[in-house]
């Protein structure tokens, strides 16, 4: 019998455990898979530079901002990617049962799928990032051993005050970070709702809501002000939004939605623990 009914560190650890050797292989899978897909699209994007710089008799340019845009594409989209497999162990009924089974408590059932896809796949993927940097800087080496070829300087072309960097302080970076926070527990809210092609279903459900939204908006606009009337009011919400829209407002923002989609997503999830055993 469970004495905790909320999370026992022991009992979470163990837990943890077992998923984890359970699942190694395809963890390693993904990871491989994460590792070999920026390995090919840095050196590739290397070696472009360095063919077309030489021609035309440049010096070679390794801004982090050049190889840091498609990763930082890579990250969004595998974060959710990896978000919306969560509740894999749910996709049919034997694997169900067999979880839902588990002596645990609903808690640590979710937050031992939560860690490895918020907090664990940060990890892993800068990892993958260092691994697919030194690959590229071998191959390159190997192509063009003239040129001193140097790691891609993060934080840099990530958070600094070159112009070409994608933020510029901290307040813009954290929220960067929280903007893709939120909408990777949109994909953890859809795995509790969707064990089949989650990623899918919830990708499609918020481009159909965002649709939607843009629709009703236009023709309440067009149904409440006349052509004349749209300039002042553009000006006015323009004048609204940059009153309120600030770093510091955003962060706020997405941050209380994505802890409310998190809450969300674990009471779906124990609402799993009765729904899906009938």
Not at 28 to 39: D, E, G, K, Q
Not at 139 to 151: D, G, H, K, Q, V
Not at 162 to 168: E, K, Q
Request: aromatic share 20%; proline share 2%.
């Amino acid at each position: 019998m469970i004495k905790n009914n909320f999370i026992s560190f022991k009992r979470f650890t163990l837990l943890y455990k077992k998923d984890f050797i359970e699942n190694w292989k395809t963890t390693l899978l993904r990871f491989v898979m994460l590792y070999a897909i920026m390995a090919i699209i840095f050196t590739f994007m290397g070696l472009s530079e360095l063919e077309s710089r030489t021609k035309h008799n440049f010096s070679p340019w390794y801004g982090g901002i050049y190889y840091l845009r498609p990763a930082i594409f890579l990250f969004w989209g595998f974060g959710c990617l990896f978000a919306s497999l969560m509740m894999e162990k749910m996709k049919n009924k034997t694997k169900r049962i067999a979880y839902l089974m588990t002596p645990a408590t609903n808690f640590e059932k979710f937050f031992s799928r939560f860690l490895p896809v918020v907090i664990v796949f940060i990890i892993a993927f800068f990892l993958a990032f260092k691994l697919a940097d030194y690959t590229r800087i071998a191959i390159l080496s190997m192509r063009y051993p003239e040129f001193n070829i140097t790691a891609i300087n993060i934080s840099q072309g990530l958070c600094s005050q070159n112009l070409d960097s994608m933020t510029h302080n901290w307040m813009e970076l954290t929220a960067l970070f929280s903007i893709y926070l939120f909408f990777q527990s949109l994909f953890i809210l859809g795995s509790t709702l969707w064990y089949k092609n989650p990623f899918i279903k919830t990708l499609a459900t918020g481009i159909v809501i965002t649709l939607l939204f843009y629709a009703v908006d236009a023709l309440l606009v067009n149904s409440l002000f006349n052509e004349s009337q749209l300039f002042s009011a553009g000006d006015y919400c323009g004048e609204i939004i940059e009153k309120w829209i600030t770093r510091r407002n955003l962060i706020l923002f997405f941050s209380f939605l994505t802890l409310f989609n998190w809450v969300i997503s674990y009471f779906r999830f124990k609402d799993s623990e009765i729904i899906n055993r009938l």
